[in-house]
């Protein structure tokens, strides 16, 4: 094969060739039909299945399971969200572990839990130390019996201006091996009985790309990809019985700090009890996967599967004003920024 070397100045193409009008491909026609029928069907598919689904439950709608009386154990028990979720598991009258770094926070919420009427027992724990995550759960299943429900709520969420090593480092040993080695220590009990739920909460950052929040994207598409694996290995082991739910959020009201962080022109904040309602109602149906608000699975899948990477910047921007990043002085005001020392575990004798 020789190359074209006339008009090679203006490229290596030849000045006959450039006048050629651009002619559309046989190929490049099927493959336009084709995008238009596949998305056409795609609809069609998901709301006859929505539909579906639907009437499915009106007629023959489950009842939900009860959690009176059952194990529940819940990380990131003393503030915000964690918090949220021992208030409504107390009003299920579940038996509640409240986990937590924060002692003091901890501790108020599980008198909270108590006034309710339930057993509510707060153990301080860091989750992102393998050996001690072992230790209180096995303390759990001994003082208050096997763990029913875990739910995998504690993680650092914030938007860094820059990349910081031991914020990296922190983010993923709590977000993501957090998780791992809570799942990994309550799941041997749950096979034994061949029941259980485990409930990981992600975030809408693992479907969508959100620059400010790089770091904390990338521990909450870890998890969500650790849940799928967990669910289906459950399933090959024919363990039916024990559930793995993925919880999807958008920006929760769980801080100002973070509402502050990323401004949305469009209102996507949620407030905790939205999450709460919404993930309660997936445990008692066994729901693999939700997206709260439900609204938002739809817009997703076609911004993540189906438009072109660029076009889905160009829509943040669209959504999204100018990312105010917290300085240095306003990130020590933040409420996880004494934990990151302690989470980030740089020295292998911590238990990592």
């Known amino acids: ?53 639907f009437l499915w439950r009106l007629v023959f709608r489950p009842e939900p399971k009860s959690l009176r009386g059952k194990v529940c154990l819940v990380t990131g028990a003393g503030r915000g969200l964690g918090r949220e979720f021992c208030l409504a598991l107390a009003g299920e009258g579940a038996v509640i572990a409240c986990v937590d770094i924060n002692e003091p926070n901890n501790k108020s919420t599980a008198e909270m839990a108590k006034k309710l009427g339930v057993k509510a027992v707060p153990y301080t724990v860091n989750v992102a130390i393998k050996k001690d995550v072992e230790e209180v759960v096995s303390k759990i299943e001994k003082e208050l019996g096997p763990v029913y429900l875990l739910i995998n709520n504690a993680a650092l969420v914030v938007a ?18 957090g998780p791992f080695w809570l799942m990994n220590a309550v799941l041997p009990t749950m096979k034994l009985k061949n029941e259980g ?40 082991a024919n363990k039916n019985n024990i559930f793995v739910t993925n919880v ?79 300085s240095k002085e306003q990130e020590e005001l933040l409420p996880w920024n004494d934990l990151i020392k302690d989470c980030c575990l740089t020295d292998n004798k911590k238990g990592l």
């Open 1 to 53: 094969m020789e190359f074209v070397t006339e008009g090679w100045e203006n490229g290596p193409t030849t000045k006959r060739d450039l006048e050629k009008p651009a002619k559309i491909k046989k190929d490049h026609i099927l493959f336009i039909i084709y995008g238009i029928v596949y998305f056409n069907c795609f609809i069609v598919w998901e709301l006859a299945a929505a539909f579906g689904s």
């Open 160 to 177: 860094l201006p820059r990349v910081d090593e031991d914020y990296v480092k922190a983010s993923f040993n709590v977000n993501v091996l």
């Open 197 to 236: 739920h485990i409930v990981n909460i992600s975030s809408i950052v693992s479907k969508m790309v959100l620059p400010p929040v790089n770091i904390y994207g990338a521990t909450k598409i870890s998890l969500s990809y650790l849940s799928d694996c967990v669910r289906a290995e459950l399933h090959l």
């Open 248 to 326: 999807i959020p958008s920006s929760i009201n769980s801080s100002k700090d973070i509402i502050r962080c990323i401004p949305m022109k469009i209102n996507l904040v949620l407030e905790m009890e939205d999450v709460v309602r919404a993930t309660m109602d997936a445990v008692h149906y066994n729901y693999d996967e939700i997206v709260v608000p439900s609204i938002m699975k739809y817009p997703l899948i076609l911004v993540t599967e189906m438009m072109p990477y660029r076009t889905g910047t160009k829509l943040m921007q669209l959504l999204f004003d100018k990312w105010n990043l917290p």
